[in-house]
């Protein structure tokens, strides 16, 4: 129930209780909310009715002057009723009473509530100028709209947002590329085993997001129940200067083009319990959707099909989650699930502790077991092996895998620390590049440290992760990861870690991963314990230029933690375990001050060492150093 409002023109006042009165209907209607019958402000009307600002106007005293009889109430008492804000959509509450009298009148729907229009300034609402109360419209994300969860859609309560997002990636890159001196070559009297290193790639990526939940649209309360649906959409092309690298075929050219439509996200969660009074809860997701094993994202980092429970315990100081994933098999070139059965179940267990020893430090215990099935062979939708491994007499082979890991992310004072470390043990039914049954013992760690001054972030972190010394023996120790994505050591702005490095029918080193773990692929291959491992060192610093520009700057060098597995790979002895030095750079622009347009461009060099020429020098020549840049829009609603 709310006052009654709206202006009260020419009141007759005479005596202490007329005064009273006229004094309490003023404060209603300056003071009142906004429902009413009678008075429908337009939308595009910006000041107040002129009247409402004048004082009320005294008859001269006297009783000549005053009406026969009083006026009726219904001849000057009104409400007027102003518009919600923003872009409200349809109420689906109807009123359950009426009005009884002229004192209150019921407003059911608590969120559609209008607001008098205020000119603060007094310039008439000129664009481009701060006003409270702006009445808003369906394209319009920054002032409240229906279709950003503002309004309920059903009742008070189901609430409804979409969110579309356009992104176009244009990556530009030199990697090691093979020649097919036997079948044939892109240009003639190309003798050398490596070719042209160019190519060119655009993808573009388009998705719908429709999330329908019930609870309150403020952050500190779970919602009830959720049910998301977001399809993608993706083109993407390929060109390169040599032949079978976008297909095993020759005939096939130096150009491959695909598009694919995928529904990427789908899931419903709902909430099983509250367990105290700080909104700590129980929910249970089920569906495709995205999960993050560790901080930094390097185990598992993928939306893929999974049921997860989830929950926050002792005032949210302490966050749970139970994850059992159903692998989907990714596309090749867009790296979208399909709706194939990969054949790979992924399990998780961890649980963080906020505040661990010091304000704003969390750390992170975590159990994880992947079980990769033998699947036969599999290609790709390029026509290449993926799985098993093309190396040697390639036969199917399952892995069973566990994952104990601790982890720590936050700050030590000033200080900012991020930690993790992973060991894992298990069994490999037949290692490719062994050629034999294999027990996995192999180990993880990275460390970041970085410090705040300024706009200015300064960093530095180590990386090992254990590499493999006999590959002839029964024990696999180089250490590798379900489906990792790191957020480390410069992240995607990393040549090292952006680019996919071909060796033979294997990858070096895959797109998104920093292991250089000799698997086919990182969405597609199986993980591969029998590797080189790695060391990396790394000096970085950030500048928040200006709120809208961030520049993210890195030096890393690599090195391979032993290289006995690549000498027997390749045939050869003498390979260094240097790799060499990444150098990138990248910025982040946003110029709207918000993720609805974003801007990111990146440029980077590895300088190659000794252990990277041994494996890519050409015949008459050493490889030169490899470039690569991208440049990211990224459009969203």
Known sequence: MVGLEGPVPHLFVEGPMQRRMAIILCLCAVGGTVMGPGFVRAQNESPRPADSTRPLERPPFGTGNLPATPPAASDWLFTETFPPLGFTGPSSVLPSEVPSDGDFIPVEDRWRQGMPALDRYGKNHPRLMDYPFQLGHWWDPYNQNVLKGDFPIVGQDVFFNLTARLNQLVDTRQTPIPTTPFESTANPFSEEFFGSPNQLANFTFLSVQFDVFKGDTLAFRPVDWRLRVVPFFNVNVLNVEELAVVNPNVFKGVQRERTFFSLQEWFFETKLADSGPYYDFTSIRAGSQYFNNDFRGFLYSDTNRMVRLFGTRLANQDQFNLVATFQAEKDTNSGLNTFDNRQQNVFFANYYKQDFL?????????????????????????????????????????????????????????????????????????NALANQQQEISAAFAAVELSYDRDYTRFRTSFLWASGDRDPNNSHATGFDAPFPNENFAGGNFSYWQRQS????????????????????????????????????????????????????????????????????????????????????????YRPLLSNNAVVTFGVSTLIPGGGFKSLYDKYQSTVNPQVAGFIDFVLQY
């Open 501 to 588: 490095i071909r060796l033979f029918g294997t990858n070096l080193t895959n797109a998104g991963s920093l292991l250089p773990d000799l698997r086919t692929s990182r969405i597609q291959g199986q993980t591969n314990f029998v590797n080189p491992g790695l060391l990396l060192y790394n000096l970085g610093i950030d500048f928040d230029v200006t709120p809208k520009l961030k520049l993210v700057n890195n030096f890393n060098f690599l090195w391979f933690e032993s290289s006995a597995v690549l000498e027997q790979y390749v045939y050869a002895g003498g390979i260094g375990n240097f790799i060499g030095n990444d150098i990138s750079m990248g910025c982040e």
């Open 358 to 430: 010091f304000p704003g430090y969390t750390v992170q215990a975590s159990v994880a077991y992947n079980h990769d099935n033998a699947t036969g062979l599999i290609y790709d939708k390029n026509s290449f092996l993926v799985r098993p491994e093309p190396v040697g007499v390639f036969r199917p082979h399952a892995i069973d895998v566990a994952y104990l890991g601790l982890a720590s992310d936050g700050h030590i004072g000033r200080y900012n620390v991020s930690s993790q470390f992973y060991y894992a043990l298990g069994h490999d039914t037949l």
